[in-house]
């Protein structure tokens, strides 16, 4: 029988039974924790004839009873008191008390334990209870025994699935949090930093380095494209040969060709001796062509020749040569815009763009900066000898307001001045040069609400419950806070107070 079921057949097996032994109620219980209180959870009574109330009943008024019973006797009294031993008085009292004239017991046994029991009582008159009724009973007893127990292993069952079940969910949980974990480690290695934006940045980088394809970073300079190159390399198949760089803008125009593409001995006028490219250097790796948008016009048919077929010719030279050659591309300049003003190649700017991140500015992600100040702080001290324990909040509310035009790099020139003027351990940051003279772009509504719940949190060390936690502050409920937080997209940039 199915369990949902169960409950039903009880209860209409308890009326069978009080129409059968013609006696006025029954009820069935489960003994309770320690057997301090038995649980009625069925009962049944004639017309006219108070039913015993289903729920939890304290038996320590019954010690004789329940000691009978927890070892598996059946307990039957004919009429009572008269039936009853001397040391049951205090069952007597009770019997007399609710006009109990009659009573069987019969305890419910399953698994080598009393689970529970079925009673039977006269309320109107004595009865007289036949042994053989009370084998029968004896023998009902060990049916209902054997679904409670059926059920109550269904039901233990039912709460063994759930919690399987809660469990496997937070464990998926947790294996996406360790899979973003894993994104983060596999990049942080240096770059710092848990925005939103930085983090879509990161997925990015970690979805397109597995591929070949090429990728072009764009972004205002020292927003991290470096880094991020050396990343996505650092994460692809061709990890085991360095990444090759090339600064297209450091190189004078002449020289990039041979650098790029190499040279045979004699080339042209002072190239006394052969010498490999960076191409060839590259083959089999990454080859990091920084500053894209600067690479002469001239010869950017040779790149897209190469970039196409992966062939070119060394500098004086007729021979091809082949290489297999990853290119990842970075430029502040829009390219776009660039190949519709005629200064790049429409084909060669399509060929780069197959997969174009573009890395924010450090002012649309000022979550970023007490990490990564913390970070350049830890850098310049291992370098210059120096421990510093504390960041004066009120510096770094100035690191966070700032525009940053010249982005990480900016703010780790920054930190480095700090700490050649720091003698102590609090961190000496001197901003009047940068911070005041510089009206800060407008704030958005948004950018300013968020802003204003950065500072007071920098002020309470992101304390946010209690007497002079943010949220008293705001003179609004923690959770409204959090909420707000949440939705701002704030949360506390690493473990460490601002002002230790
Ligand atoms: N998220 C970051 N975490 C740690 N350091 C960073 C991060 N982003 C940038 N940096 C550091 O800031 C400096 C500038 O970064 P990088 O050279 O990669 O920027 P870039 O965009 O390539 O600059 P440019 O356009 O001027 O070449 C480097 O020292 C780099 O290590």
């Given amino acids: 029988m199915p369990i949902d079921q169960i409950e039903d057949q009880i209860n209409e097996s308890l009326k069978s039974l009080v129409q059968f032994l ?164 596999h990049h942080h290695g240096k770059i710092v930093g848990r925005s939103d934006a930085l983090l879509k940045v990161l997925a990015d980088v970690e979805r397109v380095a597995t591929t070949d394809a090429p990728v072009l970073l764009t972004g205002e300079t020292g927003t991290g494209k470096e880094l991020l190159a050396q990343a996505i390399h650092e994460l692809s198949s061709r990890s085991g040969s360095p990444m090759i760089v090339v600064n297209c803008a450091s190189l004078p125009a002449t020289l990039i060709e041979s650098e790029l593409f190499g040279r045979v001995a004699g080339a042209y006028t002072g190239a006394a001796s052969a010498q490999i490219g960076r191409f060839e250097l590259a083959d089999g790796s990454t080859l990091f062509l920084d500053e894209i948008g600067e690479f002469p016009l001239e010869l950017q048919a040779k790149l897209l020749r190469v970039l196409q077929d992966g062939k070119f010719e060394r500098l004086g030279s007729p021979d091809s040569v082949s290489v297999n050659v990853r290119i990842i591309a970075a430029t502040n300049r829009d390219l776009h815009q660039a190949s519709r003003d005629g200064k790049f190649r429409t084909d060669l700017f399509h060929r780069l763009n197959v997969f174009p991140i573009r890395v924010p500015p450090l002012r649309e992600r000022r979550d970023d900066i007490p990490s990564l100040a913390w970070s350049f702080v830890e850098t310049f001290g291992r370098r210059m000898g120096k421990t510093i324990k504390s960041f004066p909040r009120k510096s770094m509310q100035r690191l966070q307001r700032h525009d940053w035009p010249g982005n990480v790099r900016e703010l780790s020139n920054a930190i480095e001045r700090a700490m050649i003027l720091t003698d102590g351990d609090t961190l000496n940051l001197v901003m009047d040069d940068w911070g005041a003279e510089r009206p800060a772009r407008r704030l958005s509504l948004k950018e300013s609400e968020k802003q204003q719940i950065l500072d007071v949190l920098q002020e309470t060390g992101w304390r946010i419950r209690g007497k002079g936690g943010a949220a008293e502050l705001f003179d609004v409920k923690p959770t409204t806070l959090e909420a707000r937080m949440a939705r701002l997209g704030i949360r506390r940039p690493g473990n460490r107070s601002d002002d230790s």
């Avoid at 038995?38 to 304290?58: D, K, L, M, Q």
């Avoid at 038996?59 to 019973?69: G, M, S």
């Avoid at 049916?143 to 233990?156: H, I, K, N, P, Y």
């Fill in 22 to 185: 013609g006696n006025d109620r029954c009820r069935f219980f489960e003994f309770g924790d320690d057997n301090a209180y038995i649980n009625v959870t069925h009962s049944y009574a004639v017309e006219g004839c108070p039913r015993f109330p289903i729920g939890a009943f304290e038996v320590a008024q019954l010690p004789w009873f329940i000691n009978e019973f927890g070892e598996g006797n059946c307990v039957f009294a004919k009429s009572i008191p008269d039936d009853l031993p001397p040391e049951a008085d205090r069952e007597a009292r009770y019997c007399q008390e609710h006009g109990i004239q009659s009573n069987v017991a019969v305890p419910l046994r399953a698994g080598g334990q009393v689970l529970g029991g079925l009673t039977f009582a006269f309320i109107e008159r004595p009865c007289s209870w036949p042994r053989e009724t009370v084998l029968r009973l004896q023998l009902i007893g060990e049916v209902f025994a054997g679904s409670l127990l059926r059920r109550r292993t269904e039901m233990s069952l039912r709460d063994k699935i759930a919690e399987n079940e809660q469990l496997r969910r937070r464990l998926e949980q947790e294996n996406l949090y360790l899979r973003e974990q894993t994104v983060l480690r």
